[in-house]
């Protein structure tokens, strides 16, 4: 078992930046891919971020490509998503996800290769 805590999230302004965090503890030693997803209110959870865990590879939500950045650190067992230029169509729940993988340079994009979640950190952008 994974368990996964997010932190960082708040209220910015529209240009504002926040930097969520993603602490995972409990079976660590495996290798994983680590994703963060969001959910905005009355609409469906999406993909934002993923990671593998070799870092070679990573992938951006269209919507997010060029503000967002992801990155890990397997030493400490976190993972951030910096995240600039922030919008108001960024307010959402943002969350943390890990996938067991065999490969350290594979992750994926949809949340149902994910086997762990976090509880979700809120972020909202004010216009």
């Known amino acids: 078992q994974v368990q996964l805590v997010e932190s960082g999230g708040g209220l910015v302004q529209t240009g504002g930046s926040l930097r969520l965090a993603c602490a995972a503890s409990?079976?660590?030693?495996?290798?994983?891919?680590m994703g963060w997803f969001r959910q905005a209110p009355g609409k469906e959870r999406e993909f934002v971020a993923a990671?593998?865990?070799?870092?070679?590879?990573?992938y951006y939500a269209d919507s997010v490509q060029g503000r967002f950045t992801i990155s890990r650190d397997n030493v400490k067992n976190t993972v951030t998503l910096q995240l600039n230029s922030l919008k108001p169509e960024d307010t959402a729940v943002y969350y943390c996800?890990?996938?067991?993988?065999?490969?350290?340079?594979?992750?994926?994009?949809?949340?149902?290769?994910?086997?762990?979640w976090g509880q979700g950190t809120q972020v909202t952008v004010s216009s």
């Open positions: 990671i593998s865990w070799s870092s070679s590879s990573t």
């Open positions: 996800a890990a996938e067991r993988l065999i490969s350290s340079a594979v992750v994926h994009t949809t949340q149902g290769q994910y086997d762990y």
């Open positions: 409990g079976r660590t030693s495996s290798t994983y891919g």
